[in-house]
C-alpha cells in the first residue's frame, strides 16, 4: 500500500499563495495543522497555516491587509489611545491601551512573573509605529523586545516628542 497522507510537507515549499512565498516548513500545532514560515510581497515574514493559504483564507500579511482596506494596518487605531512599556523579566512590550490597569491585568493573567510599567504616556500610542520600528533590530516576539536600561532611558528622555 502506498502513503495515503494527501500531501507532504514538501509540496507547499516554495510555492506561492497570493502575496505569500512559502519559504520553509514552521510546525505542527497540537491540534495537528501545519505551519510555514511564509514571506509576503512586502517583506514581512510570518507562520501560516497550510489549510490557510490552500483556502485563500491569509493572502498577505496584516500590514498590507490593512494598507489595501485603506488603512496603514495594525497602527491606524492607535489615535487617542495611550502608549506604553511593560517590563517582564529581561523583556519589554510596547504596546498601546486606553486602560492600563486593565491592560496590565490582561498581560498578568497567566503570567507568573512580576509586570513593571517603565513608561506610561498619556495619548501617545501614536508612537507606538516608531518605537517597533526604531528597536526592531531587538524584536523578541509580538509587541515583546530584548531591551536595556539605556534603551528605556532613550524612551523616557525624548518620549514620544519625536
Not at 84 to 111: D, F, H, L, P
Request: net charge positive; hydrophobic share 25%; with cysteine.
Amino acid at each position: 500500500m502506498g502513503d495515503t497522507t494527501k500531501y507532504k510537507v514538501e509540496d507547499m515549499i516554495g510555492k506561492s499563495f497570493n502575496k505569500w512565498l512559502v519559504l520553509s516548513f514552521s510546525h505542527k500545532s497540537k491540534s495537528g495543522n501545519w505551519f510555514y514560515s511564509c514571506k509576503c510581497e512586502c517583506g514581512t515574514v510570518s507562520s501560516v497555516s497550510a489549510s490557510n493559504l490552500r483556502t485563500g483564507g491569509s493572502k498577505q500579511c496584516k500590514n498590507c491587509s490593512g494598507k489595501q482596506n485603506g488603512r496603514r494596518g495594525i497602527y491606524a487605531q492607535n489615535e487617542g489611545s495611550d502608549l506604553y512599556v511593560i517590563r517582564c523579566q529581561t523583556y519589554y512590550k510596547i504596546g498601546t491601551t486606553k486602560n492600563i490597569a486593565e491592560r496590565v491585568r490582561t498581560i498578568k493573567a497567566g503570567n507568573p512573573f512580576e509586570l513593571e510599567v517603565v513608561y506610561y504616556g498619556l495619548g501617545k500610542g501614536k508612537m507606538e509605529e516608531y518605537w517597533h520600528q526604531h528597536f526592531k533590530d531587538k524584536h523578541h516576539d509580538g509587541e515583546w523586545y530584548c531591551l536595556d536600561e539605556n534603551d528605556i532611558d532613550i524612551i523616557n528622555t525624548r518620549g514620544c516628542e519625536i
